[in-house]
């Protein structure tokens, strides 16, 4: 199974693309809800973290802040 761990800014595949036809989305805000962003549309949507890390698929780019 691909590695599952994420954070602020990295962007990520979801299992089911935007309506828009993007299936890329950098994550803007974590908490106990993850907002992230599409990166076709820049429509912003707000998720609990336990349905996000379901409906996730894989980290495609990492973000580079420690």
Avoid: T, Y
């Avoid at 800014?9 to 962003?37: L, T, Y």
Wanted: net charge positive.
């Amino acid at each position: 199974m691909a590695d599952k761990a994420f954070g602020l800014n990295d962007i990520v595949q979801m299992k089911k693309p935007h309506p828009c036809g993007e299936n890329r989305w950098k994550i803007i805000r974590m908490g106990m809800d993850i907002r992230i962003k599409c990166m076709g549309c820049n429509h912003s949507v707000m998720i609990p973290r336990k349905e996000f890390a379901k409906k996730m698929k894989k980290v495609l780019e990492r973000s580079e802040e420690v």
